[in-house]
């Protein structure tokens, strides 16, 4: 089933809700697929993605190494518990430590990018262009 671009606007403002917005005022763009720093749209309108859709894709939209990745963790471990550990979430840690500067060790692993305001995010700060395959200093934290 292919839908158009105003069957997928109607049905989602009828079926869902959205965050930050006057529900009744929605006018939500129907996106079909991104790919690099680019997304575009049903009609095929290209859009330079700004934004990274809210921050969460700063290495670009259908970066091969990025799907390889969550597809061999998904096959392994798709999701679990914030109270459990597991291999790639110890290994990750440990990477992190060695970017974080000073005496700095620990990371806050969110769940998303909501939760960085959460009451349990304070004081953390997380590098959002740390590059991980060579230790640097972040060059950009946010602390909420």
Same mark, same amino acid.
């Given at each position: 089933?292919?839908?158009?671009?105003?069957?997928?606007?109607? $049905?989602?403002?009828?079926?869902?809700?959205?965050?930050?917005?006057?529900?009744?005022? $929605?006018?939500?763009?129907?996106?079909?697929?991104?790919?690099?720093? %680019?997304?575009y749209t049903t009609d095929g309108t290209r859009y330079l993605d700004f934004n990274s859709q809210l921050?969460?894709?700063?290495?670009?939209?259908?970066?091969?190494?990025?799907?390889?990745?969550?597809?061999?963790?998904?096959?392994?471990?798709? %999701?679990?518990?914030?109270?459990?550990? %597991?291999?790639?979430?110890? $290994? $990750?840690?440990?990477?992190?430590?060695?970017?974080?500067?000073?005496?700095?060790?620990?990371?806050?692993?969110?769940?998303?990018?909501?939760?960085?305001?959460?009451?349990?995010?304070?004081?953390?700060?997380?590098?959002?262009?740390?590059?991980?395959?060579?230790?640097?200093?972040?060059?950009?934290?946010?602390?909420?």
């Amino acid at each position: 089933m292919t839908l158009s671009g105003e069957e997928i606007v109607e $049905l989602s403002r009828r079926h869902t809700l959205f965050d930050w917005s006057a529900q009744s005022k $929605l006018a939500p763009m129907a996106v079909d697929h991104a790919e690099g720093v %680019y997304f575009y749209t049903t009609d095929g309108t290209r859009y330079l993605d700004f934004n990274s859709q809210l921050m969460g894709v700063n290495i670009g939209h259908g970066d091969k190494r990025v799907i390889d990745a969550i597809t061999k963790q998904g096959e392994k471990l798709p %999701y679990i518990t914030p109270f459990a550990v %597991y291999e790639a979430r110890a $290994l $990750l840690g440990q990477k992190l430590a060695t970017l974080w500067p000073g005496e700095l060790e620990k990371t806050f692993f969110t769940l998303g990018t909501s939760n960085r305001r959460s009451p349990g995010s304070c004081g953390c700060s997380t590098p959002t262009t740390a590059r991980i395959d060579r230790p640097r200093p972040p060059t950009r934290r946010s602390i909420a």
